[in-house]
């Protein structure tokens, strides 16, 4: 028996005027997730608490099982590892941008013209950088897509209660990154921090890809600014908090990020670039050859696109890609000697274009269930299930009893 979890971002919603009231997700035509509501278990979740705004990491290391409040300080490392750095606990890392700062040192453009090409060439003269008076801390550094990279620091009496770099908004130099306790361990790195930022200047103003660009019109990408610090959490790996060998299909640096920390094997998918113009194909095929695998027992999954529909504030194009996941959901149901689990990491809904703490959906599909009369997937539909109203971190208990993979607790 296997368990399948999958989770398609920023689903949930709330009814819009546009649509008659219904949810993108009520207002879409999804006849594999009805029939799987109707074969299934439904219930509503809220991924962290009632009324939480969960984040999409929070929320996942949520639904693991894992408490957010324990071991999340910020996105950082989670980036660091989706990328495919090693990261350990105890690193401290962050988001960076690389951004275009002028002879004033003033930040001209945050997104250095939205480079693509050359942040390899560039990241290769900052990797492994010794900064002066601070030798001992191991400086690991590489681009991401577009005009973002990682930084991960590691080493002796570092810390995260640091501020950030990024200034937020052109025209104004690089913010000053001050320690946000006392400290001694936050105020070494808030020094290392500042020192990195000016040192990234010298190094890369005059760097041979930058004078091109310049050359070209283009803005060069001569300073990098670190944000979203976090410290890398010691985690119980995944397989021996539950003894299920896992692997992760996602598309986004930050949940490839939390399956990597969490020990799961991650399988890439040629073309899953993430947004509604994903290669659903491709993913879909990838979820089919996994569970496949003798070798894994459990599978997270995480489809992007509608989550950034919802920030994008396109409903249209919310209900469309809803409709384009549910062809996904008629191939996973065939897979036999599943426990399949279909729900969102969270609401964003349209009308905010953002994240919100209303409660999603949720249905488990598999040989033991008590199939309830739910025979539609949508917000509304799934409160009268039999699972009722469940929290994030009940998920993966509820899975490990079907599976009858449980402990009893008392005697
Ligand atoms: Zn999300
Ligand atoms: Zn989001």
Redesign the pocket.
Known sequence: MKGIIMII??MGDRPLKELGYKTPLEAANTPNMDKLAEIGINGIMDPIRPGIRAG?DTSHISILGYDPYEVYTGRGPFEAAGIGLEVIAGDIAFRCNFSTQDENGIITDRRAGRIREGTEKISESINNLKLEGFEDIEIIFKESTGHRAVLVLRGEGISDKVSDSDPKNEGKPPKEVISLDDSQEAQKTAQILNKFVETSYELLKDHPVNLKRIEKGENPANVILPRGVGAVPNLVPFSEKYGLKAACIAETGLIKGIGKIAGMNLIEVEGATGGTDTNLENITKSIKNTAEDDNCEFILINIDGA?EA??DGQMEEKVKFIEKVDTVISEIMQIDDVYFILTADHS?PISVM??TGDPVPIIIKGPEVRVDDVNKFSERAAVSGGLCRIRGSDVMNILMDLMNKSEKFGA
């Open positions: 971002d920023g999409s989550d919802g920030h964003t953002d994240h």
